[in-house]
């Protein structure tokens, strides 16, 4: 029994110009006609640090991603470079007792994250750092400001961060990150780096930062999740967009080198809008949460490994310049 075409159907076929599978119909095409590609050089890739020496801890809910004392970390990133990866955030754990209400161990000499930016530049001067600057690592409240009867101040929260930002930037910081999202920050950190010489520092801003579920993983890897409470007050409400203009805007104008949408998978239409509306770089964390879900979907085979790169080229296609991602290193092997 054959197939027998309705008596309009040769007509409709000739009368079809546009046929958008021409585009399709080999890999050179397909590759020539590629609107968006994924290389080495779009990712920054964070890591974890943490106090002692030929320490490399995994993180439970971090498949592949581990905790590294200095010494190991340093071989971490010399692996890395090794694939192609030259820009790096780390990331602190600090002891529990080194902890206090005003983060005072962020600023303070010889910390365990100034001595491992001075080992990174020193060891391998072209890789780019990017480093934290908020309080949630140092605070014994796991907030990233300082706590006052359970209201996180702004004002105050500045002046540690400027203390902590100076103390990186002497280390050899490439460029200072505020993840904290406190109120003029930017312009605070600004002012303070280049009243001190570090006109060349640059500030990469988490401009829009949201009250998240994904950081989970993270807070686990640098146990800093909030003593009580949530974020609320300071980071952004995932249901705005329009928002997101407001603090760009405030970012652009305090002198923000770059701006950042974090995180990147449920917040694409972010990603869009503040590309579609400042002429700065757009950088997109693409967070513990995110990397967590695929890792675990793939371990249990529901998903293939292709989804990762797909995932990854969707924050690139939202119009992401730069992307932070625990993927960057096994995606740099690949590329
Ligand atoms: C805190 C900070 C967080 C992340 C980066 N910096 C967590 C938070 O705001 O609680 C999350 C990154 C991730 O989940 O990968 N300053």
């Not at 004392?69 to 002891?95: H, M, T, W, Y």
């Not at 080992?119 to 140092?138: H, W």
């Not at 705005?240 to 995180?263: F, H």
Request: one cysteine or more; proline letters at 5%; glycine letters at 4%.
């Amino acid at each position: 029994m054959s197939f027998v075409y309705p008596a309009s159907f040769t007509i409709k076929l000739l009368c079809m110009l546009r046929r958008p599978r021409r585009n399709r119909k080999n890999e050179v095409v397909r590759n020539l006609t590629q609107e968006t590609w994924l290389s080495k050089n779009d990712f920054i890739f964070p890591l974890f640090l943490c106090e002692g020496e030929n320490k490399k801890v995994p993180i439970a809910s971090m498949p592949n991603i581990y905790r590294f004392s200095i010494d190991l970390l340093l071989e971490e990133i010399d692996a890395c470079r090794n694939v192609g990866l030259k820009a790096f955030a780390p990331f602190p754990q600090i002891e529990e007792n080194l902890k206090d209400s005003i983060a005072s161990e962020s600023y303070r000499e010889n910390n365990l994250y100034v001595r491992a930016i001075a080992a990174i530049k020193q060891n391998f001067p072209d890789v780019m750092l990017f480093t934290d600057v908020a309080l949630d690592p140092y605070s014994s409240d796991g907030h990233d400001g300082i706590v006052k009867n359970g209201e996180i101040l702004n004002d105050e929260t500045l002046e540690v961060l400027g203390k902590m930002a100076l103390a990186q930037a002497q280390a050899g910081s490439d460029c200072i990150a505020p993840s904290d999202m406190m109120d003029g920050r930017v312009g605070y950190l600004r002012k303070i780096l280049d009243e001190n010489g570090f006109t060349q520092v640059s500030i990469l801003a988490y401009t829009a930062k949201y009250a998240s579920a994904f950081y989970g993983p993270f807070r686990d890897a640098l146990e800093s999740a909030p003593k009580f409470g949530d974020k609320k007050t300071y980071q952004m409400n995932p249901a705005n967009a329009r928002e997101a203009l407001l603090e760009a805007t405030l970012d652009y104008q305090e002198g923000a080198d770059i701006l950042m949408v974090k995180p990147a998978l449920p917040y694409l239409d972010v990603i869009r809008l503040l590309k579609d509306n400042f002429h700065l770089p757009i950088a997109a964390y693409n967070v513990s949460g995110e990397y967590a879900m695929l890792k675990a979907a793939i371990a249990n085979a529901w998903l293939s490994e292709k989804a990762i790169l797909e995932a990854l080229l969707s924050i690139k296609r939202a119009g992401a310049d730069i992307i932070l991602s625990y993927f960057a290193k096994e995606i740099a092997q690949i590329l």
